[in-house]
Structures are given as C-alpha cells and as structure tokens.
C-alpha cells in the first residue's frame, strides 16, 4: 500500500471500488482510511435503523464578513453538528408531545475539510438520519421548519452570525437525497459512491493541525 506523502499514518486507495462498494475513481486516489470511516458510519445507521434518509450538502464561510482565526480551525464544524444535533433532539420531543410512538433519530454524519484556490477552507458533509423519523429537505426557503432550515441556523450558529448573514453558505447540490434500506445494497451503493467524494486525497492539507476528515464515532 501507498503511503500518503502528506500525512504517512494515511495509505492512498487506488482500486476502482472499495471493499466491494463503488467510488468516484475519476476523484481518486482516496484515503484508505476515510473510506473505512464512512463505511462503518453506513452499516451503523444501518444496524440502528432499517430505513436511513441520508442526504449531501456543503458548508462555506462568507467573503465579506472579517471572522476570527479561530473559525477557520475544526471547532466551527463540531459547533455546527452539535447544533444540528440539538435541533434534531427538539424536534424528536416536540414530535412525542403529539404522538408518544414517534420515532427518535440520532445523527450520522462523516465530514471533509477541503481548501480552495483562494485559501480558504469549505466543508463538505453526508448526514444519515432514521427516516422513519425524516424523509426530506424541504423547501429551501428561510423560515420553515424543514431539515434545511435546520442546517442553516445551526451554520449561524456555528459561525455566531445571524441566519441573514449565512444565506446561500449552506449549499445544496443536485439530488443530494438518498434513500438506503438494510438489506437493499442498491440504495447503500449509490449513497456510498457520491459520498466517496468526500474520502479523496485531492485539495485536502495537512500539518496545519486541522484534521481533513470525521465521522460519528458509533
């Protein structure tokens, strides 16, 4: 196996699927480790919950707002999941207060932190949820109580700028839902090769003390 020269700990994956499951070979070589992470956080929303609703979506920091250094490290990503987390906990309870059978969801996500041309870093995130629990974005429009309301009050949250200062940070791109069910690999498979894309060595730096990748531990 290849080393990464980047980061030794890492070994660089070349083949054109992965333990079986298909990846964007266009977008390699990939992190043989990243991609291990993401299966693992696959087959344990799997293993909670026979129906996942998983989706794509990416996190990007304004260009005319002067933020502190400290943003721009890893914390703002961990300070965004725990306030999705929190919004999703909300509104399990709310959703129990009318009916004491609703399902819970806990949140999965595997995470990459890229950096552009210009220097400045952008994330790019896969969520999987029990979708008995959720099924949809909803309408991408401020002030609904949907799943992409929630990601951008938790990316304001996460930045400390109001919802108006985030607007069109959090990006959405095209068919980013996915529906994977346990015993079905065809959905798993699809999900697993566009989320691949965030498992590849490519605009990923190291030795700036910013991991480029994470993923829910279980």
């Not at 979506?57 to 999941?81: C, G, K, M």
């Not at 790019?124 to 990601?151: Q, S």
């Not at 529906?179 to 498992?199: D, I, K, M, T, V």
Request: proline share 5%.
């Amino acid at each position: 196996m290849t080393r990464h020269p980047g980061n030794t700990n890492l070994f660089l994956h070349t083949g054109n699927t992965f333990q079986g499951w298909p990846i964007q070979v266009d977008k390699g070589p990939f992190i043989q480790q990243y991609l291990s992470r993401l299966q693992q956080t696959m087959q344990c929303a799997l293993a909670q919950y026979p129906r996942i609703f998983a989706f794509r979506f990416d996190l990007r920091f304004p260009a005319r707002i002067q933020l502190p250094d400290s943003v721009y490290t890893n914390q703002v990503v961990e300070r965004f999941i725990e306030s999705f987390k929190a919004k999703i906990a909300h509104n399990r309870s709310q959703a129990r207060q009318l009916n004491k059978y609703a399902h819970d969801s806990k949140v999965r996500y595997v995470w990459a932190r890229e950096v552009g041309e210009h220097g400045k870093p952008h994330y790019h995130l896969a969520i999987l949820l029990n979708r008995d629990a959720f099924t949809a974005l909803g309408k991408f429009e401020v002030g609904r109580d949907n799943m992409f309301n929630r990601l951008v009050e938790a990316w304001a949250s996460a930045l400390g700028l109001s919802v108006d200062a985030v607007m069109g940070l959090v990006e959405v791109p095209p068919n980013p839902c996915y529906h994977l069910n346990l015993g079905e690999p065809g959905g798993q498979a699809e999900f697993f090769h566009r989320a691949s894309y965030l498992c590849k060595a490519a605009t990923k730096v190291f030795g700036d003390s910013s991991h480029g990748f994470g993923a829910s531990r279980t």
